[in-house]
């Protein structure tokens, strides 16, 4: 069963732009993590946010976390055309993941 | 650091052949390693869990004889696709975590052709 469901499922923006996904999951969780994936590749883990955080930030990266919505969402600021890619939401436990959202950023 | 590595990036041969996946984590010792499946433009799906020593986990569907996962060390897992057919050709990714509530940390993954 899919623990996590990512929105949009695609996404397309200028370079410069912020991006926000969003994930929504349907069992209660530990922590949430958020990876990058390129095309054909593995993913990359971005961010991990445990569940008593509200909000994290890595870089240009900004997580929250409602787990009374059981909802997350990912905050890409000034994004880069090096920033397409899929992004996924996942627990830690047996990171079960949504189809991700496939972002687009053009030059 | 938290390197992992995956080998062979892509394996094309013929059906009935068995192919050998490897998996290692390089600076780190993995308590756990997972093996995934992933179709075009799909999620990861999860086919089993291993931990080293013993016996791998397989997810509800995923035959373990087809899918035969080895955990011998705490940075090698293998996971063998025997006598391959071309519906198993697809992308297989493992990942490898030191411990609980640790954040898993991914190999490149196998494309895998069969023909």
């Known amino acids: 069963s899919q623990q996590g469901e990512e929105d949009p499922q695609a996404l397309s923006i200028q370079e410069g732009e912020n991006a926000t996904m969003n994930c929504s999951y349907k069992t209660s969780i530990n922590n949430l993590q958020w990876y990058r994936q390129n095309s054909g590749r593995g993913l990359v883990h971005l961010i991990l946010i445990r569940s008593n955080e509200r909000e994290k930030h890595s870089g240009r990266l900004r997580v929250t976390l409602d787990t009374s919505k059981k909802s997350s969402s990912l905050l890409i600021t000034a994004s880069r055309a090096a920033d397409t890619a899929s992004y996924f939401c996942?627990?830690?436990?047996?990171?079960?993941f949504g189809t991700g959202t496939r972002l687009q950023v053009f030059p | 650091g938290a390197v992992v590595s995956q080998h062979p990036s892509r394996v094309i041969c013929k059906s009935g052949t068995s192919v050998k996946i490897e998996c290692r984590s390089l600076d780190f010792q993995a308590t756990t390693m997972f093996w995934y499946r992933q179709f075009p433009k799909q999620s990861l799906m999860l086919m089993a869990t291993?931990?080293?020593?013993?016996?791998?986990?397989?997810e509800q569907g995923v035959e373990k004889d087809k899918f035969l996962i080895n955990h011998a060390s705490l940075t090698l897992s293998t996971l063998t696709v025997t006598s391959a057919h071309p519906e198993d050709s697809s992308f297989y990714i493992c990942?490898?975590?030191?411990?609980?509530?640790?954040?898993?940390?991914f190999g490149d993954g196998t494309r895998l052709s069969i023909l």
């Open positions: 291993s931990n080293e020593g013993s016996k791998a986990t397989y």
């Open positions: 996942a627990n830690t436990d047996k990171l079960i």
């Open positions: 990942s490898a975590k030191q411990g609980v509530d640790q954040p898993q940390h």
